[in-house]
């Protein structure tokens, strides 16, 4: 039966604040670095609300963020998602925080999924989301090509499983040409993050980059 | 009005036989590269044909393909598609060769949309796919930030737009890291033109590539 709206499905998003975003090291300081990871996170939490779903941010470390409730696990990110799941009876959605160009359609198309979960592949085999209609009944298995062993899971628990097909949160943000994407198709703090700090699009020989007005500082 | 399927609307495209793809080189030799890109070609056209469309190939070079009809166009994109689109009065769809993740569900969003125009954007700024109501109401200008483009010329004809949200036509085949994806979420003759030459998904150091048993033959 196909549900109508996430009204009120917890959604989990667990964020690192510490030297995140390594591979942007080229184009960002660490204090942007930092910055440009919690932009990406206000987006995040700024869609799920929107679609209906009430965030909690489960951080490695405490920082400030006003914007919703931070849970501080410094734990391993399958173990503290796991610790979650095993005392979760009801829908839960997993959403990473590096997707800013989550919106509410996307997430609405995932938290409504009639399957007893629905995955949202990241680019390079990853796992961007994961809603289950039943928290307790998964265990995630995040790093390397987590969402072929997700899938891998789900078969071997007997649970029926959506894949949910959508760029917009299927485009994790972790390198230098990620940035297009984000400056073609965000709209929210973290793509005005980088037009305040310089960025913009590029066209050489017909393929479409960024470049940077003022340099990156390094710190 | 919602439609409800893309039953009989053409589906033009475009194809360029000779020395394809040749950001593959480092993996592909020429001959391998000219074999892959009709596989994938192959994969596109069953996807149209899957989601009620008749695939319409328009090639700059004669070539044999036994699966549609092919017709000979030996000019640039852009003047090749706005040629057709002069003269097409009714829906059109124009869709990349270099989309093997390309599905029925995919393909049907695109062309059962209620605005006047509907465009699936490519990874980096391109255009994968346009579903127009009316083909001669708009004229295409791929290369560079083309999605852009098109947008813009929606807005400047006062053309209703629809921006499709789907990973599976996002994801165009150009480069070794796009062979991840097809290896994962690919089910058609390309993914299996990749296995068949010995590609193999590999994990290091907790990223997802590529890698190839057999190294390719250089042309």
Redesign the interface.
């Known amino acids: 039966m196909k549900k109508e709206t996430g009204m009120g499905v917890p959604a989990i998003i667990p964020f690192k604040p510490g030297n995140p975003k390594t591979r942007l090291s080229c184009v960002l300081s660490l204090e942007e670095r930092e910055a440009f990871a919690r932009a990406m996170l206000c987006d995040v939490v700024d869609a799920v609300c929107r679609a209906g779903c009430s965030p909690r941010v489960v951080s490695t470390a405490l920082f400030a963020f006003p914007r919703c409730p931070v849970e501080v696990v410094p734990h391993g990110l399958n173990e503290t998602l796991n610790e979650i799941l095993s005392v979760t009876d009801g829908p839960v959605l997993i959403i990473m925080a590096d997707l800013p160009l989550a919106d509410a359609?996307?997430i609405g198309r995932v938290v409504t999924s009639s399957r007893d979960i629905a995955v949202v592949?990241g680019?390079?085999?990853?796992t961007n989301a994961i809603y289950l209609t039943r928290g307790n009944s998964f265990r995630v298995d995040y790093?390397?090509?987590s969402?072929?062993k997700h899938r891998r899971i789900a078969e071997e628990r007997g649970l029926s499983c959506e894949v949910v097909?959508?760029?917009?949160l299927?485009?994790d943000v972790d390198e230098k040409?990620d940035l297009?994407?984000l400056l073609?198709?965000g709209e929210g703090m973290s793509r005005q993050f980088l037009v305040d700090h310089g960025f913009e699009?590029s066209?050489e020989k017909?393929?479409?980059g960024v470049t940077r007005r003022s340099p990156a500082r390094q710190v």
């Open positions: 359609a996307s592949p680019r390079g085999g990853g790093y390397g090509a969402f072929l097909d959508t760029f917009r299927h485009t040409e297009v994407e073609i198709h699009l066209v017909g393929r479409v």
